[in-house]
């Protein structure tokens, strides 16, 4: 791939086509990966256009090897767009199914399309972006690229290509090579020779009889195959028969020289660099590598010449000719070098546009009248007017109409799966009393938590100085490029550090993203500051690979590292009691025994706690006492729903990294049955390309049986086996021989399931999955994918029909859930299978069954800030907390304000708008929704106007205290809320007054008793418009 980054870079992307392979996809019985296939079918489309004459064409032995389609069938399922062009709107939908394209609701892939209104999203093989076709009548208006993720437009073109896959069945005859495009004067450049001579020597070995049933690679036709005869005539004898290999040609280039990290030697290059006058460069990868290498050349003081490009390049080279000297930072620190071509990466943060789907029947919590079942939107007519509604069934069969402007006090009933909840009458008094219990109940937890924070924050701390250059030199050699959510969290901390208060900070991030290298960093700078620093985790195999990755990334700065677990002798354990006493350790690692009494630092300044979740309750007691004025990091790879994440802010700092590193790929998962072929064939594919795999058995007793089955199943490999109750030393030889790379396969217990970090391996078994929970299996299958290779995980069960629901329910789930960072949606599933008591604690869990957890987050953040308010209020002083601005307004019109079914008739789409919606809170984000309302679905029309109306109306009536507005015949009416007192105190009040002095004659204040209670509300008479409502209050300059 970097080739392809580095003429990207060189040429310009439009000039350059990555040619991929589909082996990978067939050799796994997988459907053909979209990407490939839509890279592939663009080639073809690109070479037969003639337009494009100059371009380079990168690619490899087992891409070419697979046949592409014929030219002239591959023009008659393919269609030119112009805009401006006239075209039949039907038309364009049938040749789009006879293209076997797919009509879906949003268009996310390529080969699907979608209709709305005057509107087709269509995603051509033929493109890397899909395209919006705006209709007027039969005539094109204009055509527009946009994002899938989060489907708007992006750029408009003047013409588009719509092409059917070309390896579809609509192209299965006569199919070619790709040479057979090529023009006359195409040049073939080879890359190692005599290697890519082996490799297809290699391929053509395994694919001798391409139909035979135990082959690796299993094609549909041998059409599809090219023959070793044929491969060999058109890319290798045909345009190397008059190759003379002994003739070289010169370019007077020589590789960028190998500095190693040695500063000297980069000053003393760039010295003659300026002494010859050459010119030098530095390639960076990022703005944060290109000051890292500008402060540790400025501290030399030496009068050099050099100048930074924002990008970066495989290898750097001197160009003797042209006396300019090209370097790249990841080769001077010996850096892995990630491309980043936007063609191969889009932003990989976690987007999850509703995390939890409302179905017909699903439990809902209506936060005034509890828990009842969901039946969907419904339209009503009151008085005369009609109105989109969700309709909520409760005890006896009541009935509940809830307007769409409602839809905040909404939210999925989420407890323990197959726990029925609680279903009142409407009208009883029960609900009330569930919510008062539990707000008591949770005012308790809250309390607790802020207190114990708030003590933390009035202790005295060391405080660490500023990065010195050490630091700057050990965070730029950092292998990979830091993700921004790594660098946030790494600030974060380090600002903690630098603060006179101990540092509490939580790192919440998914497996593999990066908080073991936030670790050492921050552990770095305790020891530059001559401080000790701890890191406890909570198992032996853990301890064993973070002494391994310390020790690796630490080696050349002078840090002593040791770990303490069961492994260690009694003599080794006392040396290294001794030592840490004394101060000659400067970090030590290690399980439970770390909490001991006679584990005694002489100067500890910082503890990092791993997965503390999983320590038991005394250890937990004893890190209390550890604690006191320590800096602590805890890091966990158990996700927090970001619901919770507001409460829980300012309660203990948090770090959320939710971005993947660059180049990641998601895990692809299968459940499977225990099947010798697809064990054998998944073994043998990982190994042939250089991988290793992992193979989870959680039973001892016949772990050794396994082990002979596999060496008779794949013979010729190396397996290796691993669990607790092996001896230490063969335990850890075998794992340090597996993180090596020195045998194929290691099974193993789940002794693995945290912390062994082998990038090498990338496909995992886990037998008997059935067997183990949601977040296990999460963890275990993010042992592999953790390089820039695709990863396979293998859920082995015995059969759906011979496990449990729950199981069943949690293998579905891990299967669903396997793009990065999807821990957050396997946590949330979690919450459903097996309550809220494993991630919340079993004191929350009960009344999360009682209330729905949406609800309970409500209550909890709701009584945080009664607390905060209250109790804390100066330690919270700097925060805000609004008195008047009501969230929950009541609407109560006669005239229609709803999304019309002829413009969105998806009613769950519908409803996300309605939610997006009655979120937005300024003019500004109001408009920009209007406009992507209409790059996506069209015009919008005139009932839209009075919704956009109602939605200004309630964030402006929100911040005068107003939680109910009627507007009928006329005449609107707006009710403050119950509680006034603390809006008299506030400047808006005495504006509003001077409002309603000018405004006499149309606007009132009244105070009158409804329901036995005095009420001061608003009348606003000759309201013929909403938009008129608004107009009049603009007056009011506090909006």
């Not at 950092?478 to 006179?500: A, R």
């Not at 999955?769 to 592999?784: A, K, P, T």
């Amino acid at each position: 791939m970097h080739h392809v980054d580095d003429f990207e870079k060189i040429i310009g992307q439009d000039k350059v086509m990555f040619f991929p392979s589909l082996m990978n996809d067939f050799s796994r019985n997988n459907n053909s990966n979209n990407k490939d296939l839509n890279f592939r079918t663009e080639i073809v489309s690109k070479i037969k256009n003639k337009k494009n004459k100059n371009y380079i064409i990168v690619s490899y032995p087992e891409a070419i090897c697979i046949k592409v389609a014929n030219k002239s069938i591959f023009e008659k399922y393919s269609i030119n767009l112009k805009k401006n062009l006239k075209i039949s709107f039907d038309e364009l939908i049938e040749k789009l199914f006879q293209f076997n394209f797919e009509k879906v609701n949003f268009v996310v892939n390529p080969g699907e399309f979608a209709v709305r209104g005057g509107i087709i999203d269509v995603y051509s093989y033929a493109n890397q972006n899909p395209f919006r076709i705006d209709f007027f009548g039969e005539i094109i208006e204009s055509i527009r690229e946009f994002n899938v993720d989060n489907q708007l437009s992006s750029n408009e073109v003047s013409d588009a290509k719509i092409q059917a896959e070309e390896n579809s069945i609509l192209f299965k005859k006569n199919r070619i090579n790709l040479i057979e495009l090529f023009n006359k004067d195409g040049v073939i450049v080879y890359k190692n020779f005599d290697k890519l001579i082996h490799v297809c020597n290699e391929i053509f070995k395994k694919n001798k009889v391409p139909d035979q049933e135990d082959n690796i690679i299993n094609y549909s036709s041998k059409n599809e195959f090219l023959k070793i005869n044929e491969f060999g005539k058109k890319f290798i004898i045909d345009k190397s028969e008059n190759l003379n290999l002994l003739k070289k040609i010169n370019f007077g280039q020589t590789p960028q020289p190998s500095f190693n990290r040695n500063f000297n030697f980069l000053n003393k290059h760039l010295e003659n660099d300026k002494k010859n006058r050459f010119k030098s460069y530095f390639f960076c990868s990022n703005k944060h590598q290109k000051i890292r290498l500008s402060e540790i050349l400025n501290t030399e003081k030496k009068d050099l010449d050099y100048n930074f490009f924002d990008e970066t390049i495989y290898e750097g080279f001197i160009d003797n000719k042209s006396k300019i000297s090209y370097l790249t930072d990841h080769q001077i620190f010996n850096r892995y070098h990630s491309f980043k071509s936007n063609r191969f990466n889009k932003d990989e943060s976690m987007k999850i546009k509703e995390l939890i789907h409302l179905k017909l029947n699903d439990y809902v919590v209506h936060i005034d009248h509890g828990i009842g079942i969901f039946g969907g939107l419904k339209k009503i007519d009151v008085n005369n007017s009609t109105h989109e509604t969700i309709k909520l069934i409760y005890a006896d069969r009541d009935i509940l109409y809830v307007n769409i402007h409602s839809l905040h006090k909404i939210s999925k009933y989420n407890g323990k799966d197959g726990n029925v909840p609680k279903i009142y009458k409407l009208g009883s008094n029960s609900w009330k009393k569930v919510k008062e219990k539990t707000k008591t109940k949770v005012k308790k937890i809250a309390f607790d938590l802020i207190k114990l924070y708030a003590k933390r924050k009035e202790k005295k701390g060391f405080q660490f100085k500023s990065d010195s250059n050490l630091q700057i030199e050990l965070e730029a050699s950092f292998l990979f490029e830091e993700t921004n959510d790594q660098i946030k969290s790494i600030n974060e901390v380090k600002k903690d550090m630098e603060s006179p208060q101990p540092m509490d900070r939580l790192i919440c991030g998914d497996v593999g993203f990066g908080k073991t290298e936030i670790a050492i960093r921050a552990a770095f700078k305790a020891v530059d500051n001559n401080k000790q620093v701890a890191v406890l985790v909570p198992t032996t195999i853990l301890s064993f690979q973070h002494f391994k990755t310390f020790t690796k990334r630490l080696k050349d700065f002078p840090i002593t590292i040791e770990y303490l677990n069961r492994f260690k002798t009694i003599k080794e354990k006392r040396e290294i009691l001794v030592n840490l006493k004394s101060g000659k350790i400067d970090i030590l690692i290690g399980t439970h025994q770390l909490v001991s009494e006679n584990v005694i630092f002489k100067d500890l300044g910082l503890l990092i706690v791993d997965e503390e979740q999983k320590f038991g309750v005394n250890v937990k007691e004893k890190l209390k006492s550890l604690k006191v004025n320590v800096d602590v990091l805890t890091l966990t790879a158990t996700p927090i729903p970001r619901t919770l994440q507001f409460s829980l802010m300012n309660a203990r700092d948090l770090s959320i990294i939710n971005t993947p590193p660059a180049n990641r790929y998601p895990i692809l998962s299968e459940i499977i049955k225990f099947n010798n072929e697809k064990i054998k064939n998944a073994v043998l594919s990982e190994i042939n390309r250089g991988g290793q795999v992992f193979f989870i058995h959680n039973k001892i007793e016949n772990i050794l049986d396994l082990k002979d089955y596999l060496e008779k199943l794949v013979p010729d490999i190396n397996i290796r086996i691993g669990h607790g109750q092996m001896k230490g030393e063969e335990l850890e030889k075998n794992l340090i021989d597996f993180i090596d790379g020195k045998f194929d396969v290691l099974i193993a217990t789940t002794i693995i399931e945290n912390g062994l970090d082998v990038p090498n391996a990338n496909t995992i078994f886990i037998n008997n999955s059935q067997n183990f929970g949601l977040s296990d299996l999460h963890q275990m299958r993010g042992r592999v994918g953790r390089s820039n290779k695709k990863a396979f995980c293998y859920f082995i069960i015995p059969g759906i029909n011979s496990i449990s629901k729950d199981a069943e329910k949690r293998i579905n789930a891990i299967e669903q859930y396997s793009g990065l960072g999807s821990g957050i949606q396997i946590a949330m599933k979690d919450l459903e299978i097996r309550g809220a008591g494993n991630l919340l604690g079993a004191e929350q869990s009960g009344f999360i069954n009682d209330v729905g957890f949406e609800t309970y987050h409500k209550i909890l953040k709701e009584a945080v800030n009664e607390i905060k308010e209250k109790e804390f209020e100066k330690l919270f002083e700097k925060e805000k907390f609004n008195k008047t601005e009501i969230s929950d307004i009541t609407i109560d019109f006669d005239i229609p304000i709803l999304i019309p079914d002829n413009y969105i008739n998806i009613s769950t789409e519908r409803m996300k708008i309605y939610k997006e919606l009655s979120e937005i809170k300024s003019d500004y984000n109001l408009n920009l929704y209007k406009k992507n309302l209409t790059d996506r679905f069209g015009s919008f029309p005139k009932e839209l106007d009075d919704l956009f109306e109602v939605i200004k109306l309630k964030w402006k009536f929100s911040k005068l205290g107003i939680n109910k507005i009627i507007l009928r015949k006329n005449i609107c009416t707006a009710f403050f809320i119950n509680k006034i007192d603390s809006f008299f105190e506030n400047e808006e009040f005495s504006l509003l007054l001077n409002f309603l002095k000018k405004n006499n004659k149309i606007v009132q204040l009244i105070e009158k008793k409804i329901n036995h209670k005095k009420r001061l509300l608003l009348k606003i008479e000759e309201v013929k418009k909403i938009k008129d409502l608004n107009n009049l209050f603009s007056e009011l300059k506090i909006f």
